[in-house]
């Protein structure tokens, strides 16, 4: 089902073109673990400096999983999310940022350089499935 934002009862004021979810959680960035390293400090000084929090917002997330991949990164825009994976070394996190700044700079939804296409990840989800259907009194609406 699309969503129809009609049916919306609340809106941000704060609309951004997407936002990167990086995962920090139980197994990524974990070099203890053997898995490669999150440049955490520096993607959100990059981000912050580059002023890209208002358009391409940034989030150091807890576990995203899928956990079998190292690394994850979901990216959540207005016609879906896409996820990658392996992102392993300075220069792919640079590329992450690099696109962040040409989407804000082109107010919208870019694509991916080929140095991150390569890390795309299929979606860690069995099935798309409508909205969670909302109780409204005696009648139940799709939301």
């Not at 999310?81 to 040409?102: D, H, K, P, R």
């Not at 390569?118 to 069995?126: C, D, G, I």
């Amino acid at each position: 089902m699309q969503n129809n934002h009609s049916s919306f009862h609340r809106k941000s004021a704060r609309m951004v073109i997407a936002q990167v979810l990086v995962c920090f959680g139980c197994c990524c960035g974990k070099v203890e673990r053997g898995r490669p390293e999150v440049p955490v400090a520096w993607l959100k000084q990059e981000w912050r400096r580059r002023g890209l929090l208002k358009r391409i917002h940034l989030s150091i997330s807890g576990c995203l999983g899928p956990c079998d991949v190292p690394n994850v990164v979901a990216i959540i825009h207005k016609h879906g999310t896409f996820w990658l994976s392996g992102i392993s070394m300075q220069t792919e996190y640079e590329a992450l940022l690099n696109w962040a700044v040409a989407c804000k700079e082109a107010g919208c939804i870019q694509q991916l350089p080929e140095d991150l296409a390569s890390h795309l990840l299929e979606s860690p989800f069995l099935e798309s499935s409508p909205l969670p259907q909302v109780k409204q009194g005696n009648t139940t609406t799709q939301h």
